[in-house]
């Protein structure tokens, strides 16, 4: 079992729909969620990140941390044909040794249709 | 574009080759940042050096070593390899003393190819 897991989609929606990705982990001792977006070609680039539950809003994107059923959502409101891409989720930990255990989903494929 | 630049962008080598793939960062930045993606493992952390010191490590394997120079270029050196180090490499870089969680500027990407 991979300790992130993301369904790869595609996720297809109009565009202004909201959409939700989510992702679910194993690992109780990740402290740290993070929402990556990864257009074609490109590199990955920060969305948003969180230390803990609950939610965390940046204008059109809400962060969703449950810990308890270890569950990370990102939503995205009146979705736009720019929000096509991957959007991968991260968990991490900074280990007692100053390891940097970060794991990524594989990443969900979102196409808004215009 | 980031600011991030990455060379090559693309290359392909033989198993047991050895091979540099090299990053400059943005103007200012003194954090660099290593990743690997391949199709079946996604996006992995490699490594993280603030200006030339280690500073976090990740998934990176032993054949795999990095190092951050005075100019902050930083070179990931990959050695052995294997047919499943084949995957897109990138840079990113941050500014100051950035952790992890910290905005990071990626670049291109090396694709490298072992057959």
């Known amino acids: 079992q991979k300790e992130v897991e993301q369904d790869p989609g595609p996720l297809s929606v109009p565009e202004g729909a909201i959409v939700s990705l989510n992702c679910t982990y194993s690992n109780s001792a990740f402290q740290y969620f993070m929402w990556y977006r990864q257009y074609s070609r490109k590199g990955p680039e920060l969305l948003m990140y969180?230390?803990?539950?609950g939610n965390k809003e940046d204008g059109r994107f809400t962060a969703q941390v449950d810990k308890s059923s270890k569950y990370i959502s990102l939503f995205i409101r009146d979705s736009q044909p720019s929000d096509s891409a991957t959007y991968l989720c991260a968990s991490g930990a900074t280990m007692n040794t100053g390891f940097q255990k970060l794991v990524f989903g594989t990443g969900t494929r979102l196409l808004v249709s215009p | 574009d980031s600011g991030v630049t990455q060379t090559p962008k693309h290359l392909i080598t033989a198993t047991g080759q050895r091979v540099t793939l090299r990053c400059s960062p943005r103007?200012?930045?003194?954090?660099v940042y290593w990743y690997q993606q391949s199709l079946d493992q996604g996006l992995q952390f490699l490594i993280q050096?603030?200006?030339?010191?280690?500073?976090a490590k990740g998934n990176i394997l032993e054949r795999f070593s990095a190092q951050q120079f005075p100019d902050l270029h930083s070179e990931l050196n990959l050695s052995s390899l294997e047919l499943g180090d084949s995957a897109l490499y990138f840079c990113?870089?941050?500014?100051?003393?950035?952790?992890?969680?910290?905005?990071?500027?990626f670049g291109p990407g090396t694709r490298l190819t072992v057959l």
């Open positions: 990113a870089s941050g500014p100051r003393d950035s952790t992890i969680t910290d905005t990071q500027y």
């Open positions: 969180t230390y803990s539950s």
């Open positions: 103007s200012g930045d003194l954090s």
């Open positions: 050096y603030y200006n030339g010191e280690e500073r």
